[in-house]
């Protein structure tokens, strides 16, 4: 069996990314866990919560 989500969200581009790339705003929208990278290709990234 295979489920598909799909999420709307009414934003532009670049305020979504930063919203997924910002630490700060990251840990609004996830339950207080923040995501730290350097967002390059390859890179790791680390979650924390508060």
């Known amino acids: ?12 581009p670049e305020r979504l990314w930063e919203a997924i790339t910002d630490p700060e705003l990251r840990s609004k929208y996830n339950f207080g866990v923040g995501v730290e990278s350097d967002w390059t ?10």
């Open 41 to 50: 290709s390859g890179s790791s990234y680390v979650t924390a919560g508060r």
């Open 1 to 12: 069996m295979e489920k598909v989500f799909e999420i709307y969200i009414k934003t532009s």
